[in-house]
């Protein structure tokens, strides 16, 4: 199946800080998904965008399909930031591959 | 608008005891799935369905059964507990597998 390597597992942020996460895939895509999980648990769609650039607030996300792989941007990063963020993708074959996730944690 | 509901929300079972977890949603998608969230390694699709009557395996379907008998509802049975099913159960549902998910809760399941 399909591999999905998200870069960096760890990151430490300072409130008020910028970051990138990265996602990397080994095969061509029909859909890419950027997740929130906040510390509770809940999983939130960040967003849809299996290429060019999309923001929202202060996200902002980029895929290059060509290239296979996708980049998320916190900017001025607030503790209400924190939590996991996920990459998922899907080969139109109904099957979403998440993954391992990056784990932000945003210091007051 | 509920949108995803799973129940329960947190279970523990004995190794061979069977179960339902149970998921719902209110916004007519065609698209459910389930997944399992174990540490270190993100989200792991167990089974899915495209609609009423069709479901399919995903990653990871041994000892997990399911069925879809209306738009609704989405169930997941565990046959017969082991303690490698510990682990966060999720459940989603979209238009398709394309567009935006929105995921339950989830269900912590702890198997002894």
């Known amino acids: 199946g399909i591999q999905v390597e998200q870069s960096p597992p760890d990151l430490i942020l300072q409130e008020g800080a910028n970051s990138t996460l990265r996602c990397n895939f080994s095969?061509?895509?029909?859909?890419l998904q950027w997740f929130h999980q906040n510390p509770w648990g809940q999983l939130i769609n960040l967003f849809y965008?299996?290429?060019g650039t999309k923001q929202n607030g202060r996200l902002s996300a980029t895929t290059v399909a060509t290239e296979r792989y996708s980049l998320l941007y916190i900017s001025s990063s607030q503790t209400t930031d924190s939590g996991v963020y996920f990459c998922?993708?899907?080969?139109?074959?109904?099957?979403?591959?998440f993954g391992a996730g990056t784990t932000v944690t945003v210091r007051a | 608008n509920a949108g995803v509901t799973q129940t329960p929300k947190f279970q523990v079972l004995k190794t061979g005891q069977s179960m339902t977890l149970q998921c719902a949603q209110d916004?007519?998608?065609?698209?459910m799935s389930w997944y399992r969230q174990d540490p270190g390694m993100g989200l792991r699709l167990i089974h899915y369905?495209?609609?009423?009557?069709?479901?399919d395996q995903g990653e990871v379907p041994n000892g997990y059964n399911v069925s879809r008998s209306t738009t609704e509802d989405f169930p997941l049975r565990l046959l017969s507990a082991a303690p490698s099913q510990t682990s966060v159960y999720f459940c989603?549902?979209?238009?398709?597998?394309?567009?935006?998910?929105?995921f339950g809760p989830g269900t912590r399941l702890t198997v002894t």
């Open positions: 989603a549902s979209s238009y398709s597998p394309s567009y935006e998910q929105y």
């Open positions: 095969d061509s895509v029909n859909n």
């Open positions: 965008i299996p290429s």
């Open positions: 998922a993708v899907e080969r139109n074959d109904y099957k979403l591959s």
């Open positions: 916004m007519n998608h065609e698209y």
């Open positions: 369905s495209v609609g009423a009557g069709i479901t």
